[in-house]
């Protein structure tokens, strides 16, 4: 038989892997705050516990999925968890998932910290993975569990790690939404229609890979050469957008940033490098 689990938060996310779970034969027990949220996956066959103690008791594998690391201790502190393995997949700061990883060895239960990398609907279906940290042991113990949800990647031992990761990607992430919502604005404020914009932003999103490698290589040797968009060029076209955003009355918070860290690079004497020297701009100082 599959591995039985408990699964605590019933969000979008956590409906979501209680489907997959259950599609692949896991007994799952539930359990949400908000009892109705359970509805549809005890519709699939979930099993509803009336108390977080019955959830608890149901399963040695415990799935969290909170809005944050507060929400677990709000449901589980009071509750003994000895013996147990809890897999928070709730989104935090690295400090918090440290500090988790000892509020739960204190009570003789093993954290594993998990961030998943796709939305609801793509938990689970190809192309999904989720970060994990924590002890390697109990990864692997419960890593063909955790598969049904998506690939799991172990990064290491260090039980912050998973949500380094998980939030550098967020930070790529939101800061390229943000992006791709002011340049529509820009557009817009000339009457262009979305549509007539979105293959030129879809052939531009599409090609940001191609600047990884070169942007590995020049972070790693600690030089940045290259003179075909040093940081005086781009910083110029970043004062246009700005200047742009201005006239146009679209909100210039986001591009006024941007132009704040390629006018840092200037006067940090950067200016005839590569782009990829606003790297020291934003690396932690010393
Ligand atoms: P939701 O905010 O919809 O759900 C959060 C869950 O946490 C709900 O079950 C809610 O209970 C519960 N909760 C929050 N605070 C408390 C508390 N103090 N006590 C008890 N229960 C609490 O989130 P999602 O399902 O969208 O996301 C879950 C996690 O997954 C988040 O950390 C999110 O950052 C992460 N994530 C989300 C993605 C997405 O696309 N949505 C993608 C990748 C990761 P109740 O129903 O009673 O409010």
């Known amino acids: ?27 799952t027990t539930v359990w949400n705050r908000t009892a109705s949220r359970a509805d549809g996956v005890v519709a699939l066959g979930a099993t509803r516990a009336a108390t977080v103690r019955e959830a608890v008791d149901a399963s040695k594998l415990i799935v969290l999925s909170l809005t944050d690391y507060a929400a677990m201790y709000d449901i589980l502190d009071g509750q ?27 009570r003789g239960a093993e954290l594993l910290a998990g961030g998943v990398m796709v ?11 989720v970060f994990y940290s924590g002890p390697r042991a109990v ?22 790690l998973a949500q380094l990761f998980y939030l550098a990607q967020l930070d790529y992430f939101l800061t390229t939404l943000g992006g ?34 070169e942007t590995v290589r020049n972070l790693e040797e600690g030089e940045y050469p290259g003179d075909l968009a040093n940081i005086v060029m781009m910083g110029a076209t970043a004062d246009h957008v700005v200047g742009a955003s201005e006239a146009s009355g679209v909100d210039d918070e986001l591009p006024k940033a941007i132009q704040s860290l390629y006018r840092r690079g200037i006067a940090a004497g950067r200016g005839h490098e590569n782009w990829t020297a606003l790297y020291e701009v934003i690396k932690p100082a010393g």
């Open 139 to 160: 990864f692997d113990e419960h890593r063909d569990t955790l598969a049904v949800i998506g690939r799991p990647d172990h990064l290491g031992e260090d039980h912050s």
């Open 1 to 27: 038989m599959s591995t039985p689990l408990t699964l605590i938060g019933l969000g979008p996310m956590g409906q979501a892997m209680v489907a997959k779970f259950l599609a692949n034969g896991h007994p």
């Open 180 to 213: 791709l919502l002011h340049s529509f604005a820009l557009v817009r404020s000339a009457g262009v229609p979305f549509a007539k914009f979105a293959p030129y932003l879809k052939d531009n999103a599409d090609s940001m890979s191609m600047y990884l490698e």
């Open 119 to 129: 939305p609801a609907p793509l938990v689970g279906e190809e192309g999904a993975y």
């Open 80 to 106: 003994s968890i000895a013996g147990k393995t809890i897999v928070n997949l709730s989104s935090d700061t690295p400090a918090q998932t440290l500090k988790a990883a000892a509020w739960a060895a204190e």
